[in-house]
């Protein structure tokens, strides 16, 4: 029976938190009024916030009933028809949840009423932010709500709500026209390309992120429309902090998941649905610089307000590119175009206006400082710092917008046909490496001076032991990479030599001062921590990037054609299955198809496993053993996790030593994604990981020879395809997997021996009367391309006929390539965070002091440098 | 002249150098005929091209060679683009796997030697995200 309660409950509960949000919005613009704050009138301010915790739970309640809807498999709805399935875990139920654009949406509406109510009770000391702040967080709400309402008034359609029932949705489905009351018995799935735990988690870090925005954005707002035009910066600096972070993360967790479930070979595509977070980052930790500037110097105020509103408007600019469908084939992977364009542009555009107009209207009136700093002042060079991270965040901005000038030039009526860059990664690497220079040079020197007396001596004394310790390990590096074997790339690449050196330098100089400031105050280094974080981050992008090695060359000499030999590089390699083949200093074979079991650890082969009629369903044909322990015995039904999963076994045996490893490459036939979706698998070593992905595979519909037949009897031995068979003899079974065998019915076995390259196999194929019928179940040995057939028994003069066919053996085509120093990438992130946190409890320490407007700055200037 | 001038200069002089090198790296969509033209001027840049498979009357694809047994980084096709001109494609990877559903093919890449060299296809599938064929479910009934 088709439930609308749950669907009505959510749709109401959405119209509950746009209206609540209206009221809030209005409510706390009045308590804004100068007037009201100065008469002491508390009223609006509590009608406000009333509002805001009524959209709170309002929201709570949307989230439980779509929540409920995808649980309970209520495939009457749309949202839980195209996003789930029967057979999905409930923690990818979870990763459902926000598939879609408009779960997407929720759980950003989520963090905004989570951080809503933190601001409004945190807050209770300094009361004067509240209303200002808050009233522009419900104006947001209001725009945010208003994306999932789904209310149709006349032609003019506003939002689009996760509680559309499939007969609404389909109103020219045949099916709903027989039967208003059909329920499809099972969804259409998650993506399965999605279905990775990274996937649980990255979404909701990058949603606090982008909601994390808000709050140093509204802080700005507030103060350029109550004329608090400084006071601002500081309850707001602790928030862009913490939105920093947690955008990083959140592109970092997002890059990760990249590397590990799709197959472009590296962690970054430059795609524009990941430029579209990694631009308002920049800018975001641009403005944290300038604010922190601001805080101990009284400079930059007006650059904090530019880069704070910058970073808001592009989050919403990043939403608008991604969610509107206006990147059409530049993106591989951005949302369904819902319709929504039109509410996202003037999303976009309201914010935009209100911010700018706002700013223009105040520039003259923000407090900005004649004296100039000098060279030796940390300042400076933290605000160069911003500089370098805009025009960077302005490059990639550049050319991921390439589709929107198209649509803006076709809307005012000029064609255009300007792509992207057909090399992308050496467009964006030209600019971003030398921006990663020129932040990792900067961060040393800034840092150095930040915490030293401003001038020439005492600089050059901080400067001199890093300098020195930098120069002496970057030569050890280039030295050892170009005459020595030590790693599989040489370093000479000038440029990379550069980007190299001044990491190296932004280690060195930044540990220098942690280790200064970790004796007197260890939340005070928090920013050296994070330059070092970032430091490692570029040394790690550096080598796993600049270095990737292919080595699944194509060395057979096998080539089709020979039209352009040199240019080309061929980096795929077909393995045929058992047939060692050489890749770089490895010997690689294909090993079998293998699946995923519940409850048992690691991969089980497809042969051991008899599949059935429920394609979730196997019995097993030998005994289920990992290590000493038994998981299950012959004949036990089990239970397959995935089956449109297959894991290609590939061993990796070092030609010189004895190290030999297992990997198991992913992939999925999927019609539903369209074909084949490869996902790598990768071994970790402490200076690399081997990244190792399937580019295609054998189809999975044989061509099988013709039925060859032998006539046998017991020890016999026959060559079937090369191959050395000895035929054993039968046996009566009892059992017959998957059959219900009565009285009367009879099975036998024959019982083979076939000698591999390897190893030996056994061969049993059966042969049934089951209710006067003949009935055979053929056995396949893949490894060896056979089928063999029990054919028939002549008891009489004891001769067995069986059938064989033989089929071209099982291949794959196979991408293999070594990636080294990734890890150190991932290490600085996690370095990075940790200094980011460090000031996060710092900065909000200040702001609960309220002391000194600088922070003691003239104590750890006397602190030594290492 | 102070140093934030100076700042700013530069910060503006970076940005149009930015700005001049989308320009030039920015690639652009055009029909096979204009990437020969391009070729036999000695322009090696690459260019988009927006196409479909080649298929006869009873829409089988026809032209396609993908044989990995031989060469698994050998793939070659015929595409035809919007102006109806037809054009052999090679793409020196494995066949990208659902190649044959695509309704709309984009390649990335430039002529050499009458062949228009691909280095990447974007493929545009029949519902690849959006599923609105609900056929599958109705055999149910």
């Given at each position: 029976m088709i439930n609308t309660l749950i669907g009505d409950i959510g749709h109401a509960s959405v119209i509950v938190a746009f209206i609540a949000a209206?009221?809030?919005?209005?409510?706390?613009?009045?308590?804004?009024?100068?007037?009201?704050?100065?008469?002491?009138?508390?009223?609006?301010?509590?009608?406000?916030?009333?509002?805001?915790?009524?959209?709170?739970?309002?929201?709570?309640?949307?989230i439980f009933c779509l929540f409920n809807i995808i649980y309970e498999h209520r495939y009457e709805y749309y949202y839980a028809w195209s996003h789930s399935s029967n057979h999905l875990p409930v923690y990818y139920m979870i990763s459902c949840f926000w598939e879609g654009q408009e779960g997407s949406f929720l759980l950003w509406i989520f963090w905004h009423v989570l951080l809503g109510v933190a601001l409004i009770n945190f807050g209770k000391k300094n009361k004067v932010w509240e209303a200002p702040v808050m009233a522009m967080f419900s104006f947001v709400q209001l725009f945010l709500t208003s994306m999932i309402l789904g209310v149709v008034i006349g032609d003019f359609k506003l939002g689009s709500s996760p509680f559309i029932l499939m007969r609404d949705f389909m109103t020219d489905a045949p099916v709903f026209k027989m039967d208003p009351n059909f329920i499809p018995k099972d969804g259409t799935g998650l993506n399965p390309l999605l279905q990775n735990y990274w996937m649980v988690i990255h979404p909701p870090t990058l949603f606090l992120g982008f909601a994390a925005t808000l709050v140093p954005f509204a802080f700005a707002m507030a103060g350029l429309w109550k004329g608090r035009l400084t006071e601002w910066v500081k309850p707001a600096l602790p928030w862009s902090h913490f939105a920093a972070v947690v955008l990083g993360i959140g592109t970092v967790m997002g890059a990760y998941w990249a590397y590990e479930t799709l197959n472009f070979g590296g962690y970054w595509n430059w795609d524009p649905v990941e430029n579209a977070v990694y631009i308002p980052w920049l800018v975001l930790v641009g403005a944290v610089h300038t604010m922190v500037v601001y805080r101990r110097s009284k400079h930059g105020l007006r650059a904090s307000y530019v880069l704070v509103i910058a970073s808001f408007l592009l989050i919403l600019y990043a939403t608008f590119l991604t969610r509107s469908g206006i990147l059409g084939n530049a993106s591989v992977h951005s949302f369904t175009d819902l319709g929504l364009s039109g509410q996202l542009f003037a999303y976009l555009a309201v914010f935009a206006v209100l911010a700018i107009t706002l700013l223009v209207y105040n520039w003259r009136?923000?407090?900005?400082?004649?004296?100039?700093?000098?060279?030796?002042?940390?300042?400076?060079?933290?605000?160069?710092?911003?500089?370098?991270?805009?025009?960077?965040?302005?490059?990639?901005?550049?050319?991921?917008?390439?589709?929107?000038?198209?649509?803006?030039?076709?809307?005012?009526g000029i064609e255009s046909n300007a792509a992207l860059p057909a090399d992308q990664i050496a467009h964006y690497t030209k600019f971003q490496l030398w921006a990663g220079v020129g932040i990792a040079l900067l961060s040393g020197i800034a840092q150095l001076l930040w915490w030293r007396?401003?001038?020439?001596?005492?600089?050059?004394?901080?400067?001199?032991?890093?300098?020195?310790?930098?120069?002496?390990?970057?030569?050890?590096?280039?030295?050892?990479?170009?005459?020595?074997?030590?790693?599989?790339?040489?370093?000479?690449?000038?440029?990379?030599?550069?980007?190299?050196?001044?990491?190296?330098?932004?280690?060195?100089?930044?540990?220098?001062?942690?280790?200064?400031?970790?004796?007197?105050?260890?939340?005070?280094?928090?920013?050296?921590?994070?330059?070092?974080?970032?430091?490692?981050?570029?040394?790690?992008?550096?080598?796993?990037?600049?270095?990737?090695?292919?080595?699944?060359?194509?060395?057979?000499?096998?080539?089709?054609?020979?039209?352009?030999?040199d240019e080309i590089n061929r980096d795929n390699v077909l393995l045929w299955r058992n047939s060692p083949t050489q890749m770089g200093k490895y010997d690689v074979s294909y090993r079998g198809q293998f699946f995923e079991v519940k409850g048992v650890p690691g991969y089980i082969n497809k042969e051991i496993l008899f599949r059935t009629a429920d394609e979730y369903q196997a019995i097993a044909r030998a005994d289920i053993k990992v290590g000493d322990k038994a998981y299950y015995t012959t004949g036990d039904t089990l239970e397959i996790l995935s089956p449109e999963n297959t894991y290609y076994?590939?061993?990796?045996?070092?030609?010189?030593?004895?190290?030999?490893?297992?990997?198991?490459?992913?992939?999925?036939?999927?019609?539903?994604?369209?074909?084949?979706?490869?996902?790598?698998?990768?071994?970790?070593?402490a200076d690399k990981d081997l990244y190792t992905h399937v580019s295609g595979v054998a189809p999975e519909?044989?061509?099988?020879?013709?039925?060859?037949?032998?006539?046998?009897?017991?020890?016999?031995?026959?060559?079937?395809?090369?191959?050395?068979?000895?035929?054993?003899?039968?046996?009566?079974?009892?059992?017959?997997?998957?059959?219900?065998?009565?009285?009367?019915?009879?099975?036998?076995?024959?019982?083979?021996?076939?000698?591999?390259?390897?190893?030996?196999?056994?061969?049993?194929?059966?042969?049934?009367?089951?209710?006067?019928?003949?009935?055979?179940?053929?056995?396949?040995?893949?490894?060896?391309?056979?089928?063999?057939?029990?054919?028939?028994?002549?008891?009489?003069?004891?001769?067995?006929?069986?059938?064989?066919?033989?089929?071209?053996?099982?291949?794959?085509?196979?991408?293999?390539m070594e990636k080294p120093f990734v890890n150190i990438l991932w290490i600085g992130t996690i370095i990075m965070s940790i200094g980011f946190v460090m000031a996060i409890i710092r900065?909000?320490?200040?702001?609960?002091?309220?002391?000194s407007v600088t922070p003691k700055p003239k104590k750890a200037r006397k602190v030594q440098a290492a | 002249m102070k140093k934030s001038h100076i700042i700013g200069i530069l910060v503006i002089a970076v940005a149009i150098v930015i700005i001049m090198t989308t320009a030039g790296d920015a690639s652009t969509y055009v029909?096979?005929?204009?990437?020969?033209?391009?070729?036999?001027?000695?322009?090696?840049?690459?260019?988009?091209?927006?196409?479909?498979?080649?298929?006869?009357?009873?829409?089988?694809?026809?032209?396609?060679?993908?044989?990995?047994?031989?060469?698994?980084?050998?793939?070659?096709?015929?595409?035809?683009?919007?102006?109806?001109?037809?054009?052999?494609?090679?793409?020196?990877?494995?066949?990208?796997?659902?190649?044959?559903?695509?309704?709309?093919?984009?390649?990335?890449?430039?002529?050499?030697?009458?062949?228009?060299?691909?280095?990447?296809?974007?493929?545009?599938?029949?519902?690849?995200?959006?599923?609105?064929?609900?056929?599958?479910?109705?055999?149910?009934?």
């Open positions: 209206i009221v809030s919005s209005y409510a706390y613009f009045m308590a804004s009024r100068t007037s009201v704050e100065v008469s002491g009138d508390t009223s609006w301010r509590k009608l406000a916030r009333g509002a805001f915790y009524v959209h709170g739970l309002a929201v709570i309640s949307i009136k923000i407090p900005a400082t004649e004296k100039e700093l000098s060279t030796y002042n940390g300042e400076f060079w933290a605000f160069v710092g911003s500089a370098v991270l805009c025009l960077a965040a302005f490059q990639v901005l550049a050319t991921t917008s390439i589709p929107v000038y198209n649509s803006f030039l076709g809307f005012i007396k401003g001038d020439k001596n005492s600089f050059i004394d901080a400067i001199t032991i890093p300098a020195m310790l930098t120069l002496l390990l970057s030569s050890l590096i280039i030295i050892v990479s170009n005459k020595f074997d030590v790693f599989n790339f040489k370093l000479d690449n000038p440029a990379y030599i550069v980007l190299l050196v001044t990491s190296l330098f932004a280690i060195f100089s930044n540990l220098s001062i942690t280790l200064g400031l970790i004796s007197k105050k260890v939340t005070l280094s928090g920013g050296a921590v994070s330059h070092i974080g970032v430091a490692m981050m570029l040394i790690g992008i550096l080598f796993s990037s600049g270095y990737s090695t292919i080595i699944s060359q194509n060395t057979s000499g096998m080539l089709y054609s020979r039209e352009f030999p076994e590939v061993e990796y045996k070092e030609r010189e030593g004895d190290n030999t490893f297992l990997l198991y490459p992913r992939a999925q036939l999927n019609e539903n994604m369209g074909g084949l979706l490869a996902s790598p698998d990768l071994q970790h070593f519909e044989k061509e099988w020879g013709e039925l060859k037949e032998y006539e046998v009897s017991a020890g016999d031995t026959i060559i079937l395809n090369d191959y050395v068979a000895v035929f054993n003899g039968i046996e009566v079974i009892n059992k017959v997997p998957g059959v219900e065998l009565n009285p009367g019915d009879v099975a036998v076995q024959a019982d083979m021996k076939l000698l591999g390259e390897k190893k030996s196999y056994h061969a049993h194929p059966v042969l049934m009367i089951k209710d006067q019928m003949m009935g055979r179940f053929p056995e396949t040995i893949e490894d060896l391309g056979l089928r063999i057939t029990f054919l028939n028994i002549d008891t009489e003069n004891n001769r067995f006929k069986i059938g064989v066919n033989s089929t071209q053996k099982d291949w794959i085509i196979l991408k293999a900065r909000s320490q200040e702001g609960e002091t309220n002391k | 029909s096979f005929g204009e990437a020969i033209e391009r070729a036999q001027e000695g322009n090696a840049t690459k260019v988009h091209v927006v196409g479909r498979l080649k298929k006869d009357p009873q829409g089988h694809i026809v032209g396609m060679n993908y044989n990995p047994v031989v060469d698994p980084n050998y793939f070659t096709f015929t595409l035809v683009d919007t102006n109806r001109f037809e054009q052999r494609v090679i793409y020196y990877n494995p066949k990208p796997q659902d190649f044959e559903r695509s309704e709309q093919v984009v390649i990335t890449g430039n002529m050499q030697n009458d062949v228009f060299v691909a280095d990447k296809i974007l493929l545009k599938c029949p519902s690849k995200y959006v599923e609105k064929d609900i056929q599958q479910n109705t055999a149910s009934l």
